[in-house]
């Protein structure tokens, strides 16, 4: 290979060796690094003469591998699951009932941490359901469908009806508030629901509960579900509000209803929320005042939330724990989720006999063992078919809660 000509260029050797160079000083200085790292890692009396000199010399490295170390068991400590004991769990607790027994508007505030008894991970964490999907790996959808309201849900449901809860914001997709039989009005839910597709042509907008996970075609700006308006033939789309969105629609995101609670606020108890997201929506906690006039907080998490500092009560806690003691403080009964009265049965629509196939995820079942409609003898054939896939409906609630009756 012939010489380049040489006027102030470097030669081609002389470039490789200046790179190789490079190479030799980043190798060199990793080594330190790492050499570095080893002693640090050593109890300081265990440490050599040699090594604590390598310390000495090396200063800088020592003071940035310390920082970031202390970063690391920030972050670590911050993740960490921290349970209070039986007795610290059962005095915060009363101190929580007095709490929501003087609120004169307590709004809750909930997270995934609330359904994780319903076998639901965590719809969007970095192993929840919904980033799973995203990244293109099967999931048991089964999960979703065989999820219920937990001991939480039915709690909130109760404290409301008692009156005691006057409004409830979920960042929870997983439609397990609604079904657990809170009034629509009483309930944000932030993130959208996967039980409910609208066609946002139609005005005002359409909406239409199925049984069934309705997202599993939507992602990222991308909502369309593949089935249509029945009254306009426009696309349906979810109403799940993706990592990056904005949350625009009306319903079932009602955050007219979540800044009007928050606005009336005088108690704000949040259930298994890590409010890494929540603490994003200002409106949501009345920033715009000063401190003293800001509702009071009680939080019940098992890790670090970023309002830890600013709540009058951490409980460290599971949520069900937690509500189970609050109800017996509070002399409630907790309902039971019964099946026959889920309002997701009656608030159905439906889907056309075409439309059934438009869809792989498992269907809810009104009752276990009652999959198949086509077995059952007892209707006219062409209600049958209506239903195949979608048997789901009004009808059929009603029929098997007058089944029931005639057990009883
Ligand atoms: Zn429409």
């Not at 790292?37 to 050599?48: D, F, S």
């Not at 995203?134 to 008692?162: F, N, V, W, Y």
Request: hydrophobic fraction near 35%; charged fraction near 30%.
């Amino acid at each position: 290979m012939a010489e380049e000509p040489d006027v102030g260029v470097p030669s081609r050797a002389e470039r490789k060796a200046i790179e190789k160079a490079k190479i030799l000083q980043r190798e060199s200085e990793r080594n330190i690094v790492r050499l570095v790292g080893r002693v640090l890692k050593k109890p300081e009396a265990e440490r050599t003469d040699e090594e604590a000199a390598v310390l000495l010399l090396h200063g800088a490295i020592v003071e940035e591998l310390c920082k970031r170390q202390g970063r690391r068991n920030v972050l670590k400590r911050k993740q960490e699951e921290v349970f209070d004991d039986a007795d610290e769990l059962k005095a915060k607790v009363r101190q929580l009932a007095m709490a929501v027994n003087q609120a004169k508007h307590l709004v809750v505030y909930t997270g995934a941490g609330i359904s994780t008894a319903a076998s639901i991970p965590d719809y969007r964490g970095p192993n929840g359901v919904w980033t799973q999907l995203q990244k293109g790996r099967p999931i048991s959808s089964s999960d979703l469908g065989k999820a219920e309201p937990t001991l939480t849900h039915m709690c909130i449901k109760m404290l409301h009806k008692e009156k005691m809860v006057k409004h409830v914001v979920s960042q929870n997709c997983d439609g397990l508030h609604l079904r657990s039989g809170l009034p629509r009005n009483a309930l944000s839910e932030l993130h959208g629901n996967m039980f409910i597709e609208v066609c946002t042509f139609c005005s005002p907008v359409r909406e239409y509960v199925r049984l069934f996970d309705v997202t599993e075609r939507t992602s990222l700006h991308r909502h369309g579900t593949g089935r249509r308006c029945s009254h306009c033939g426009s696309e349906l789309r979810d109403t799940i509000v993706h990592f990056g969105e904005r949350g625009t629609l009306e319903q079932p995101l009602n955050w007219k209803g979540a800044s009007e609670a928050a606005k009336m606020a005088d108690v704000i108890l949040c259930l298994g929320s890590s409010l890494k997201v929540l603490k994003k929506y200002g409106c949501l906690w009345c920033m715009n005042r000063p401190l003293s006039k800001r509702p009071k907080l009680y939080i019940v998490n098992l890790q670090w939330t970023p309002k830890d500092d600013l709540a009058v009560l951490k409980i460290h806690g599971k949520c069900d724990d937690v509500m189970s003691l609050l109800m017996k403080e509070l002399n409630l009964q907790i309902p039971v989720y019964d099946r026959v009265e889920d309002p997701i049965f009656s608030l159905a629509t439906l889907l056309q006999p075409e439309e059934v196939d438009s869809h792989t995820r498992e269907v809810i079942a009104s009752s276990d063992g009652q999959q198949n409609r086509s077995a059952d003898p007892g209707g006219p054939a062409e209600e049958a078919t209506a239903v195949q896939g979608g048997w789901f409906g009004r009808g059929y609630s009603k029929g098997r809660r007058r089944r029931k009756k005639l057990h009883n």
